[in-house]
């Protein structure tokens, strides 16, 4: 008896003795809520692969780093207990070690921490919880990206996805216990931001908050263990910690839509379904569960049990190929459309969206389709482009309907192949082709050289995919001789420097152009030997009736590359992509090998006669000159000198980029910017950059004095001469003649300066023009202040529009509904339904790209496909959206010219060309002033060209249906055009030979309507 009490003495005492060794050498925080944990031990960073073929950071089971347990040699990740000092050594030949970090700020920020901390990395954090007795707490995590936490050895939470670091956005129980209690942290990171917030927090204050700012977090996870079925709903919601517990019900349902099972648990608990017997083949798995506030949340997931009975086959081919993505569609309309005769009928066009899982990768470039129970079911595979990066390609457009338990193979490029040839097929067979020569020529030819039988013997994927390209681009040889090729690409194909010359062939460079509209074709140039420089001379273009098209309205631009060191997501490429065009001043100096690209670039006047042009290109070098023809179509209609789409672009020059300048000279070079906003129809935030409203205080009490002089007369040049459709007013001050922001006295004084402001521009014809764009991209626990800065708003001055950018939950977002009234979704953000409600109210609604979304979706980057920065403008008049903002053109922190990747401050990667679509006018900074405009982009004009083709779709949507038959054509084809060019956000068209069709037709139309026609 005596001895096992000296026995458990001594374990006791060395139990404490052992605590505090390690207290002394690890941090230990106490327990106290709202305060954030800023000491750590820290270690890292350890490296953060992704899966064979997948390019993108997507934090998920393709992100390995997250998974691999770095600390296993020290005792692993739930039995580490490590020590300043400590070294780990993860098998990669390179020691870490643990190090101590005090935090100045609240977030534990990675980037400081760790120099090499960009390109996919994870690190830990590790700490002691002090604790004075046994309890139950609430534990507060927001991290960027993905986080794991242990506390006494046991994984306690596990959220991989990508976000950035919000406070408190993950917050659960933990359970400690009396004494220390060692709590671990993982972090992983792809590109920009990483770290972690972790504080104790107060339950009911995170309960009270939830109530304004409902967790919408419900999605439905699961694994398979032991011939069952685990499953949660909500895992990560904040409502878990609602007391009593709120419940979740699943079901587990067949293809018949026949409830097999059904289990329910508290949040944050999970269920079990047995597979005991279960039928080979796709169920699908509902979830719901109600909050005490009404709010039901219902989703769905889906599993596929035993072999799979579809394989999509690409071959080993595929398997090589540094993107590799195969995504299944459905059509969203299915549920929603319950009558068959529309579905079935030849002219619905369905609504597709792609499905969250349902592909299993086999190896060997096999690939099982498990969503058989979707039909039909589209699928699309991610091929190389014809010239530079990858694209998306259909298999079938009309989708498949797999029915037969039968094993089935599809040979995935050979189903392409067709697919593309019975599009081409079905437009040349409509009866219905537009009146456009070369384009004729074009789908016929491509048509011929790809013949439906084929030559004998097995045609190899590098075929395949040769044939594909052939009936997915639009670049042509136009002539040859023994010094060089020169060959035709229309503006929405990027022309690869090493490309081959095309196999297919036109006799002249064509062009389709409507009047007071720009668009340019590519004159592409490969050397058979050296060429030094050349000299190239556009002649005037005549028609057959004598009119003159003048030479000087062409303008030729030589195409630079820029080098994708990482690229933006999977449809870039490592390699030199075509974007700034250099205005030719004389000569084009050739200083490197491969492809030399001319941007031709014509402006038609809306005073030049409508017709077919025909002129020369001449092209001449040392010992050689080649003339080649060129063709214009001159369509009768004029496009309005303003833009319908209101735009919003940040334009913030950064002069030292224009050497060493005088205030004069800034506003002279600042000018030069706006000249080219308004060539490429886009409207600056602050036209008035240098011709601010200016006032004082007078008088007791003090009332605003304001003098428009300077602002008037800027913004008579750029709002009334330039049309430029819309500028912001400006920020919220902080303070007011000495009063901070929402006091009372404030309140008056800013009342006082902006209903003068509103009045003004009222009565100078710009209030329509006027947005209040002060707060961006605000995080929920902004919401409350943000709402109070709308307010004020509303109030001082109701007539001015309130914009806001939304970027953390589908928008516009109840909270604001009622203060703002100009919506400003980030693209994935869109909510089409409330959107389309608060226009129905007469409220704005545009949206952005940044650095994000990502691919599917279409984006202003460097390395997307040429037709992405058009295509954009397509959807949104599909979408009826008003406008669209971006945040800058201008953003130089790293020179432009050299490094396409645009990096924050913080070594955050926003994308290749994020924030910059101009250049600045030197390759280098330079020491002498340099008083010119910015070099344009291959994106901008596309951009330009996106904007232009809306205005010609505006027509078609305008016209009353009532002018029969012209006004039922004309809402007919706008439809076809926009639901065959873009069937929803994420799923569009990048093929050229469709996107020329449906504008040669738009356009085709448009010049018959306003001419009078019916």
């Known amino acids: 008896m005596q001895k096992s009490f000296y026995f458990i003495s001594f374990i006791c005492l060395m139990g404490v003795f052992y605590a505090n060794i390690f207290a002394e050498t690890a941090p230990v925080a106490s327990i106290q809520e709202g305060v954030f944990i800023k000491e750590w031990l820290v270690c890292g960073p ?25 600390l296993a040699k020290a005792g ?22 643990w190090k101590k970090y005090t935090s100045s700020e609240d977030y534990i920020n990675f980037n400081k921490v760790f120099d090499d901390n960009q390109g996919g990395k994870v690190a830990y954090a590790f700490c002691y919880l002090k604790s004075d007795t046994d309890k139950e707490v609430v534990l507060g995590i927001g991290s960027n990206d993905g986080v794991r936490v242990w506390l006494n050895g046991e994984l306690i939470w596990d959220n991989h996805c990508p976000r950035g ?89 067949n293809a018949n839509n026949e409830v097999l099972q059904t289990a329910s648990a508290n949040l944050g608990q999970s ?27 219902e989703k769905q997931s889906f599993y596929y049990h035993g072999k799979p009975t579809v394989i999509v086959n690409l071959g080993e081919f595929y398997e090589k190929l540094p993107n590799k993505r195969i995504e299944l569609l459905f059509d969203r309309n299915q549920d929603k459309l319950k009558d068959s005769e529309i579905l079935k009928s030849s002219e619905y066009m369905p609504v597709l969206e792609p499905v969250s899982g349902g592909i299993q990768e086999l190896g060997g470039g096999k690939y099982a389709i498990l969503r058989t129970d979707l039909s039909p079911l589209w699928i699309r595979i991610l091929l190389p482009a014809p010239g530079l990066g990858y694209e998306w ?3 079938n457009d009309s989708g498949y309907k797999f029915e037969s338990k039968e094993v089935q193979e599809i040979d995935a490029l050979s189903e392409v192949e067709k697919n593309l040839r019975s599009r081409l097929s079905n437009v040349l067979e409509s009866g219905n082709f537009p009146n456009s020569e070369w384009l004729f020529q074009s789908y016929s030819q491509r048509l011929m050289l790809t013949p439906i039988r084929q ?89 057959k009736d004598g009119y003159t098209l003048p030479a000087e309205q062409f303008k030729v631009f030589e195409v630079n590359y820029v080098p994708i060191h990482t690229v933006s997501d999977y449809y870039g490429d490592l390699k030199e992509y075509p974007d700034p065009i250099v205005p030719v001043k004389d000569a084009v100096n050739v200083s490197s090998g491969g492809n030399i690209v001319l941007w031709v670039r014509l402006y038609v006047g809306k005073g030049q006669p409508p017709g077919i042009y025909e002129g020369k290109i001449q092209i001449n070098s040392v010992g050689l000159n080649l003339e080649v023809p060129y063709k214009v179509q001159i369509f009768n209609y004029v496009l309005p000198p303003y833009t319908s789409t209101e735009t919003a672009y940040g334009v913030s020059p950064d002069y030292s980029w224009h050497g060493p300048l005088t205030d004069d000279q800034k506003k002279e070079v600042f000018d030069l910017y706006m000249k080219t906003c308004m060539e490429y129809r886009i409207s600056p935030y602050t036209p008035h950059a240098f011709a601010p409203i200016k006032w004082t ?56 300066i902006y209903s003068q402001v509103q009045e003004h521009l009222r009565e100078k014809g710009w209030l329509h023009k006027a947005y209040w764009y002060w707060v961006d991209e605000p995080p929920p626990t902004d919401y409350p202040e943000v709402k109070k800065g709308m307010e004020l708003l509303q109030s001082a001055c109701p007539d001015i529009r309130r914009l806001l950018t939304c970027n953390q939950e589908p928008a516009p977002v109840p909270y604001f509904w009622g203060v703002v009234n100009l919506w400003v979704p980030i693209f994935n953000m869109y909510e089409e339904t409330r959107a389309q409600w608060r226009q129905s109210l007469g409220e704005s609604v545009w949206w952005y790209v940044c650095t994000a979304p990502r691919a599917p979706y279409a984006n202003n980057f460097v390395d997307h496909p040429a037709i992405n920065h058009r295509i954009r403008f397509w959807q949104m008049d599909k979408y009826h959206l008003d406008g669209d903002l971006f945040w800058s053109i201008t953003y130089w922190l790293q020179n432009p010219w050299e490094e396409a990747m645009s990096i924050g401050t913080d070594g955050q990667r926003w994308g290749n060309g994020d924030g910059r679509m101009l250049y600045p006018p030197r390759r280098e900074k330079p020491t002498e002033p340099i008083i010119e405009p910015p070099v344009p982009s291959i994106r901008l004009e596309c951009l330009r060209d996106g904007l232009e083709d809306r205005e010609s779709l505006l027509v078609l949507e305008r016209v009353d249906a009532r002018k029969a038959p012209i006004g039922v054509l004309a809402r007919k084809e706008r439809a076809e055009a926009l639901n065959r060019l873009s069937s929803s956000i994420k799923v569009y068209e990048q093929n050229p030979l469709l996107f020329y069709y449906y504008r040669t037709k738009i356009m085709n139309l448009v010049a018959r309507i306003l001419q009078g026609g019916s």
């Open 76 to 97: 692993g990740e739930s039995n580490i207990i490590p020590e300043e000092g400590m070294s780990i050594d993860p098998g990669d030949g390179i020691t870490r070690v």
């Open 455 to 543: 030559a004998k013997g097995e045609v190899s994927p590098e075929e395949r995919l040769k044939k594909i390209h052939r009936l997915s681009s639009l670049k042509a040889k136009i002539a040859e001789n023994d010094s060089m090729a020169v060959w035709f690409s229309p503006a929405i194909e990027k022309v690869g420097k090493e490309e081959p010359v095309p196999d297919c062939s036109l006799e002249y460079f064509p062009l389709d152009i409507a009047r007071n509209e720009y668009e340019a074709f590519q004159v592409v140039i490969s050397p058979k030997g050296t060429i030094s420089s050349l000299k190239v001379n556009i002649s005037e273009g005549k028609t």
């Open 271 to 297: 269920v079990t379904f047995s597979l005991e017997g279960l039928a080979e083949g796709p169920y699908r798995i509902e979830g719901k569960f109600t909050i005490p506030d009404g709010i039901t949340m």
């Open 393 to 395: 390609y259909m298999l």
């Open 697 to 752: 205080f007078e008088g007791t009490p003090p009332e605003a004095v304001l003098d428009f002089t300077e602002f008037d007369k800027a913004m008579e040049k750029y709002l009334n001469q330039y049309n430029f459709n819309a500028f912001n007013v400006g920020g919220l001050p902080s303070e007011l003649n000495g009063e901070p922001r929402y006091s009372k006295e404030y309140n008056r004084l800013f009342t006082s």
């Open 46 to 70: 350890f490296p953060n692969p992704l899966k064979e073929g997948v390019v993108e950071f997507r934090h998920d089971e393709t992100t390995l780093g997250f998974y691999i347990d770095y």
């Open 165 to 253: 670091a919000m406070i408190d956005e993950d917050c659960f129980n933990i359970s400690l216990k009396t004494g220390l209690n060692p709590l671990l942290i993982k972090v992983d990171q792809g590109f920009g931001n990483w770290g972690f917030y972790a504080r104790v927090v107060n339950r009911e204050e995170v309960l009270k908050k939830l109530k304004e700012l409902p967790d919408l977090r419900g999605d439905i996870t699961y694994t398979v263990e032991n011939n069952s079925l685990r499953a949660w709903m909500a895992r990560h919601s904040k409502y878990r910690l609602l007391e009593p517990p709120v419940q979740y019900t699943l079901q587990l349902l």
